[in-house]
């Protein structure tokens, strides 16, 4: 067993040695004039070397480079450069003198993707038919010299990508593995963060490429694409999730790219669906998305105004009047749209917007010469259902939109609340509206917008005022005639109620104000609501034919009275004012001087 052991150390201090003598007889920068000369042979790309390659043999046999550069034909400004680069190689074909790369690491890489690092033509070279610039598919095999490798490895690099003229995106840490399974196809790792605005992006994937048909057609997955967003603007913890994808990209004279078998997680919410995208110098895009759950609330970082609702009540407060702020109109400008033209259609069996919950979600939207045209916006929403087709033409600056609501028995406050207004009047809302204006978000629709609306309202609530309980106290405060109401309900319940409204530019108008309720009560009325400053004026006729105990007479006439009431100021401190003294004392007039004119007329025809 001793001799056994000598000789296996014999022999292996032998073959060691005889390979150390290898490595020192073979001079790595024999190969330098080989590696650039086969790089620029299939690319075109120039590949600089500075310095002495060397030798290391630990813990696998490498070859080790100096700074290096690699640079399109024509551009001023290399698309890759590294302080070093690693060549993992095969040992046996160094015998023969032969360079085989099992791994290329490169490492603190800065790779451009910019105008001065892009391949320019050179204007004296002479112009081939497009035909002849192709890559014939029967050639594929030879453009397959980046895949003879095994594996490359790019770890902490940076990419500098150009996006237009004035803006440039920097991709950092970049950790990026490419391994050769075969000869169709490459896997792939892959992570970077990115930051833009002060907003962060973190991702990793795992991809599989087929390459059979390269550079013609690359189709494959993602496996698993890991991702998440951070910063201002954002929900307090991010957006992220994950997703899964089939890919296929046709390179032709109008490239295609195809995403089919997508499948998003977002903050709880799903998404599944499919992308076609026509590139080249006719772009157009076609999208179409399902989800079971998009809860754009958690995606957004909106929180729900919807909380359990409360009374308030009207009390007598005079309020200061509201700061407005202004924006200018200009500032809605949505130019950009019109470089991505687009179909799309996206439905949900169940959508969170604001704390709503809209089930059966539906829209189709296009976006076309300059409009962007939603033509289906519809779902159930609040035990009723809503349709709302909207357009935005953004042709000019600043965007008009126009827009035509319908809402059928969808509960009123909870839609009130949602847009953190007064939640007072409840009820099944009938609705339809024509509406239009500069601008798109809040304080456009508060400010800029115009248009009318028809409402109707079944089995109301005024939470916080009981009309007809107000009036019945006022008289019996005044009169004896009339007893206390005993019904302590703080809400004026209304059966029926119909109104038209306009709205302009912020001021909410309605006229022909129609409320009944059981033959108890009727009211008239006609107002306005602030909707930028939040106050109200509502001037209110009010016809009370039940409720009332006391004086059979008494009651008989004020049954024919129209009370006026006015309810007025800022939405949480509401105000009233209510005359019954004056009222008392007109009618009072009118009787006297009704008998009296009554009396002198008898006594007149007496004395003919």
Known sequence: MKRFLTTLAILMVVILAGLTALVLLVNPNDFCHYLIDKVEQKSGYHLVFQGEMRWHVWPRL????????LTAPGATKSAISADNMRLDVSLWPLISHQLSVEQIVISNAVLRATLDSEAKLNQDASIAPE?????????????????????????????????????????????????????????????????????????????????????????????QLEYKISGINLPTDGISGNATLLFDYLHDQQPILTLSNLAIDVNDSNLTGNLVAHLGKSLDYQLNITSTKLDLDKILGW????????????????????????????????????????????????????????????????????????SQLEGRLLGGNFELPISLNYQNSPVIVAAKPKFNHVRLAPLLQSFDMPTKLDGSLMLAANLSGPGYDKFARLNFWSGSANVMLSKAQLTGLNIASLIQHAFSRLTDKIDTPQNLDDNTQIENLTVDTKLNKGMLSFSN?????????????????????????????????????????????????????????????????LNIEKLLHDEFQSQAKKALDKLLDKEVKSKN
């Open 62 to 69: 490498s070859i080790i480079t100096g700074p290096i550069s």
């Open 131 to 223: 035909g002849l610039n192709r890559i014939s598919r029967k050639n594929n095999s030879d453009s397959k010299w980046l895949f003879e490798i095994n594996k490359i490895k790019l770890t902490d690099s940076l990419l500098i990508w150009q996006l237009d003229n004035d803006t440039q995106l920097n991709m950092r840490n970049i950790m990026l593995s490419l391994r050769r399974e075969d000869n169709h196809f490459i896997s792939v790792n892959f992570s970077s963060n990115v930051s833009k605005d002060q907003q962060d992006l973190n991702f990793s994937l795992k991809s599989k490429l087929n390459i059979a048909d390269y550079p013609h057609q690359i189709a494959g997955e993602i496996n």
């Open 303 to 374: 929180q729900s105004l919807l909380q359990p609702l409360t009374e308030t009540k009207i009390t007598p407060q005079v309020s200061p009047k509201p700061v407005i702020a202004t924006v200018e109109t200009d500032s809605y400008d949505l130019s950009y749209l019109k470089q991505f033209p687009f179909q799309a259609t996206i439905s949900a069996d169940k959508l969170i917007y604001r704390g709503l919950v809209v089930d059966s979600f539906k829209s189709k939207i296009t976006n076309k010469k300059a409009l962007l045209n939603v």
């Open 513 to 577: 104000l129609v409320a009944s309720s059981d033959d108890a009560m009727i009211i008239n009325g006609n107002g306005w609501l602030n909707l930028a400053g939040k106050s109200a004026d509502v001037k209110l006729l009010v016809n009370i034919n039940k409720g009332w105990d006391g004086n059979d007479n008494f009651i008989n006439k004020i049954n024919q009275l129209s009370i006026p009431i006015r309810i007025y100021g800022k939405w949480k401190n509401l105000q009233y004012q």
